[in-house]
């Protein structure tokens, strides 16, 4: 199954070289970006980045066209991205007739102070789309040579976000991938989901992703004349690596992807439901008994000390592929 995903994949991120960064102090001196424990922009840069986002994600949405913002996304939201865009295509080749484009507003900015790439920093800011949700946007960058690219997209209910640490300079603080004295080390997330998923248990707090969403899916796992699997796997190298802030507490604010499959089986006589035009966009061969559909989610989740309960505040879930048979 993971061999497909990489074929809409856009490429893991090669691991980062050692790179020189110049700053000038009261004097000029070189420092090793690799070594030096360095803020991940300046917050003009920040400010830059979000605003070439938004302008190529306004260009790619309203031509359908995801060469447009390939240059600025990456991970779960390129993956995510670029397939709402070639269905988009599909269906309307011309453009998108609907498009209004995406405006932020109000951004906050929280930027990482760390050694080491990759580099990262999150926005979040009030948008014209989505409702009252804020939009919380993730941006990584491997190498001074590369743009700042966006990585994980979530929308959160305003006030929803804890409040993140942040030294005396207002930098924040990045959380290891192995860190210590979570209730989950950030890099074992998305496979603790992926089994909570499947199994229950008592890592995640009860909410409308966790506990719902398995309720959700016992009810629709079989229906007269048809019978729905579900297939999580964890997704966490290269592009979807999670990305970890330290919260004021001392806990922290995670993001991370996770990959899934749900299988639709209609019994001998009856027919699997009609998929709507988007899905079929992304459908290669004929559905006649079966539709296995694949999606990729990326989730951002309060990770509170030892023996607390993981809390996800958001979940965004995108269709990327799907199989008839």
């Known amino acids: 199954m993971t061999r497909r995903l990489r074929r809409l994949d856009r490429g893991v991120l090669l691991a980062a070289s050692a790179t020189a960064l110049s700053l000038t102090a009261s004097g000029c001196m070189v420092v090793h970006g690799e070594r030096e424990v360095l803020p991940a922009a300046t917050r003009a840069e920040a400010a830059k980045a979000v605003r070439q986002f938004t302008t190529a994600y306004n260009k790619a949405d309203k031509a359908y066209n995801s060469s447009l913002d390939a240059p600025y996304t990456t991970g779960a939201l390129a993956v995510i991205d670029g397939a709402r865009l070639k269905a988009g295509h599909i269906n309307s080749p011309a453009g998108n007739p609907d498009h209004t484009p995406l405006v932020l507003s109000d951004v906050n900015y ?18 014209n789309k989505g409702g009252s949700s804020r939009w919380v946007l993730a941006f990584t960058r491997n190498d001074l040579s590369e743009p700042w690219q966006a990585a994980y997209l979530t929308l959160v209910a305003p006030g929803a976000l804890p409040e993140f640490a942040k030294d ?29 998923l499947k199994g ?96 990729v989610a990326n989730a951002v989740a309060v990770d509170p000390g030892q023996g607390a309960k993981v809390s996800l ?7 990327t592929g799907a199989k008839g048979e």
């Not at 929280?110 to 948008?127: L, N």
């Open 110 to 127: 929280t930027i990482t102070k760390k050694a080491g790439w990759p580099r990262w920093f999150v926005a979040d800011a009030k948008a």
């Open 168 to 196: 005396k300079d207002g930098w924040a603080e990045a959380v290891p991938d192995d860190a210590a004295g979570l209730a989950v080390a950030p890099q074992d997330l998305s496979k603790g989901y992926v089994g909570y």
């Open 200 to 295: 229950g248990g008592g890592t995640f707090a009860d909410g409308t992703y966790t506990s719902a969403l398995r309720a959700t899916r016992e009810q629709n796992a079989e229906k007269p004349g048809l019978v729905q699997q579900f297939v999580d796997e964890p997704l966490t190298s290269g592009d979807f690596a999670p990305l970890g802030l330290r919260t004021a507490d001392g806990g922290a604010v995670v993001f991370f992807t996770t990959h899934h499959y749900v299988k639709q089986t209609a019994a001998a006589g009856a027919a699997v439901p009609a998929p709507n035009k988007s899905v079929r966009a992304l459908t290669s061969g004929e559905i006649k008994q079966s539709l296995t559909m694949e999606f």
């Open 313 to 319: 505040l958001s979940r965004l879930e995108g269709l």
